[in-house]
């Protein structure tokens, strides 16, 4: 079941950071955002209108977080996400509640879509 309204719409933004309570430390002095840990290599924060998270699975990436969207039915999102020319560069993978897959966009933005289901 699908998490209702929220169907291909940005849900997430992930920074792939090499320290995690050092982006603790930066992003509440500065913009008082809080925070749920999920491990030592996850991390959720939350502004008080969207929530992201931090993670150390890969290298940190300058340039730009990664934008994550959410749709109601990951496979169908992967076929129109493919049927429109991106290329799929994170097959689907389980995690602590749910999949997802990451694609490249035609300007060679990198993405990724979950889902609960």
């Given at each position: ?76 999102t ?32 990198e993405?990724?879509?979950?889902s609960?289901?």
């Amino acid at each position: 079941m699908g998490i209702s309204g929220r169907d291909r719409q940005i849900d997430n933004i992930e920074f792939n950071v090499g320290d995690i309570a050092r982006s603790k430390a930066f992003y509440g002095a500065v913009f008082g955002w809080t925070f749920t840990d999920y491990g030592p290599g996850y991390c959720e924060f939350n502004d008080g209108r969207l929530s992201g998270g931090f993670t150390t699975a890969g290298a940190p990436r300058p340039g730009g977080a990664l934008v994550i969207l959410y749709a109601d039915d990951l496979a169908e999102t992967q076929q129109r996400v493919e049927a429109a020319g991106a290329t799929i560069v994170k097959p689907v993978f389980s995690f602590p509640g749910g999949r997802r897959f990451h694609f490249q966009d035609p300007d060679g933005y990198e993405l990724a879509v979950w889902s609960a289901d």
